[in-house]
């Protein structure tokens, strides 16, 4: 079953790529270029999934640039394509992002002052992730309609694959991590680097600047085929999801052939 998940995510970035290379060299369709940044929160083994300190403190930063194929649009006219429903409602967007972050335990348990809360407040992680990826934005108003100033916002949602670089690393304020490791996570560390592929899930909306210029807001989802983003993995009942990342970024976009 891992297989075919995996088999059907490489098929899809290639489909989308594919398809964005072919149409950007015959030059027909209109091409977009941007760049996005802001706040990340991880979701993972450190602090406790459902505690608000956990969830709003296990933070970090992400840039990106980002790419985009416009079916709605033909560069070589200056014109608009065919009037079909997807044209005018789909983008594609190629992503490369690169995000950093800080990780604590947080919760009931660390903030006791017992040997185990002392563990869990000295044990600090961090991690280090490039995704690379392609998503399907889909825009429920027109989006030729927009690019007229018919209206100054185009909300949108997105689907999309990323292929995941990470390196995780992990260290305790008290000493040596093998000697200072809480007993849920003996033999659950690891530093080493790796990859592996994230789902994205993503609600935004552009705002018309200017005609070859859009500022965007999104707010996007991932989820990652592993638990070892963070470097950490257990098998304890409480370990229930592979790690997660929420991501809100704001960017500008700028229509390289308007």
């Not at 608000?52 to 970090?60: A, I, L, Q, W």
């Not at 659950?188 to 993503?202: F, K």
Request: glycine share 10%.
């Amino acid at each position: 079953m891992a297989y075919i998940y995996k088999s059907l995510q490489a098929l899809i970035l290639l489909v989308l790529f594919g398809n964005a290379t072919s149409f950007a060299q015959v030059g027909l369709l209109g091409q977009e270029i941007g760049i996005v940044a802001g706040p990340v929160a991880y979701y993972t083994d450190y602090g406790l999934r459902y505690n608000m300190e956990t969830n709003t403190s296990n933070t970090g930063m992400g840039i990106g640039i980002v790419y985009y194929v416009n079916f709605a649009y033909r560069a070589d006219c200056n014109c608009y394509t065919q009037d079909t429903y997807f044209n005018d409602h789909f983008r594609i967007r190629a992503e490369l992002d690169y995000h950093w972050g800080e990780l604590h335990h947080f919760g009931e348990l660390s903030r006791q002052k017992t040997d185990a809360g002392r563990l869990l407040r000295g044990m600090v992680g961090s991690t280090k992730v490039t995704e690379l990826g392609a998503h399907l934005e889909y825009y429920p108003f027109s989006i030729r309609d927009y690019t007229a100033y018919a209206y100054p916002i185009a909300p949108f949602v997105s689907l999309g694959f990323n292929f995941v670089d990470y390196k995780p690393y992990t260290y305790s304020t008290l000493g040596p991590l093998e000697d200072n490791l809480f007993r849920t996570f003996v033999g659950g560390v690891s530093q080493e680097r790796g990859s592996t592929w994230s789902m994205v899930l993503g609600i935004g909306t552009r705002y018309k600047l200017a005609p070859s210029s859009d500022l965007v807001a999104n707010f996007q989802w991932r989820y990652y085929d592993t638990d070892w983003i963070d470097g950490l993995d257990h098998n304890n009942p409480q370990d229930k999801f592979n790690d997660m990342m929420f991501w809100f970024n704001l960017g500008y976009i700028y229509y390289l052939n308007f």
